[in-house]
């Protein structure tokens, strides 16, 4: 995680060093800190040896200090042209990280780690760009939970006639897509609780008596989405536990009462109760999938 800092940290101030086959042996050096030691792989240094992945065999070890030489400069020439446009800025700066990992894992300079290589490349691509930081770690985040799908992309792309990068791009763009909508539901509930929180403090302001705050820590207490029986309200935490130790199931009956009358829980026969944590989605904006309709 220090090397991912690291690249935060000398990126984000847009006067990050060029990209250099240098840069990426110093990573590599870095990367294999602690890692089990094996006489074909050399930290920070490129391989001396064929090497053959799977049906793929990695370019000619003679050739590869100058083939990441060339990626390098293609690619500090592309970022150096990327559209200030955010619309455009983001998914072309996408198309440039998935390009350099499919072209660093084609290469495959080192004797080791150079998948882990090519998603570190991807990823200060796409800081470099501006790309937020929670963003930028989605793509290895989807590859890592369809580890499988992410090698058999891999090996596609490498022995299908004309090199098909096309297949590998959809394949990280569907993960990047996925992994957008799972952060922005996040975000929501997030702002959700957040907000019922604030709206339930509102409604008990100036409420200081036992009975008033009891209900408060009751209706804040309840599970979001879930239904829970009558009986276990009492016990949901400790602080609740204590306020109805010497309190008799009419006081429970009456508090969740009064919480029903305050529009703030809905109590259903055989079902218990739940907060009713829906009124704050009038003020949350809709989301929209791509073709601008609203999503579910």
């Known amino acids: 995680m220090s ?3 690291d690249i935060i940290q000398e990126c984000l101030p847009d006067n990050a ?11 590599h050096a870095r990367l294999m800190v602690g890692q089990p030691e094996n006489e074909d792989v050399v930290p920070g240094a ?11 065999r990695g370019a000619p070890p003679e050739d590869c200090e100058y083939l990441v030489d060339c990626l390098c400069e293609w690619l500090n020439n592309e970022l150096s042209q990327l559209s200030d446009a955010p619309a455009l800025r983001t998914p072309m700066a996408f198309i440039l990280a998935t390009l350099a990992h499919l072209h660093l894992t084609w290469i495959h300079p080192f004797g080791d780690g150079n998948g882990r290589m090519s998603r570190l490349l991807e990823f200060e691509l796409l800081i470099r760009a501006g790309v937020s930081v929670p963003a930028a770690h989605l793509l290895s985040d989807h590859y890592n939970k369809t580890r499988d799908m992410y090698y058999s992309i891999l090996e596609q792309t490498s022995v299908r006639p004309d090199y098909p990068a096309e297949d590998f791009i959809h394949y990280a763009a569907q993960g990047l897509v996925d992994g957008l909508r799972e952060q922005i539901v996040q975000v929501q509930e997030m702002q959700l609780s957040i907000m019922w929180q604030s709206y339930v403090h509102e409604r008990f302001h100036g409420q200081h008596t036992q009975a008033r705050t009891r209900m408060r820590d009751l209706v804040l207490a309840l599970p979001a989405g879930l239904w829970t029986p009558v009986d276990d309200v009492t016990i949901l935490n400790r602080g609740l536990a204590e306020a109805y130790r010497s309190k008799t199931s009419k006081t429970v009956t009456r508090d969740i009462n009064g919480l029903v009358k305050m529009g703030l829980v ?6 218990g109760v739940r907060p009713r944590v829906e009124v704050m ?16």
Do not use: C, I, W
């Open 3 to 5: 090397l991912f800092n």
């Open 17 to 27: 060093p060029p990209l250099s086959a240098t840069r990426l042996k110093d990573q």
């Open 46 to 56: 490129f391989r001396t040896h064929d090497v053959l992945v799977g049906r793929y």
């Open 266 to 271: 809905e109590k259903q026969r055989g079902r």
């Open 281 to 296: 989605s009038a003020f949350l904006h809709p989301r929209r999938d791509p073709s601008g309709e609203p999503m579910s």
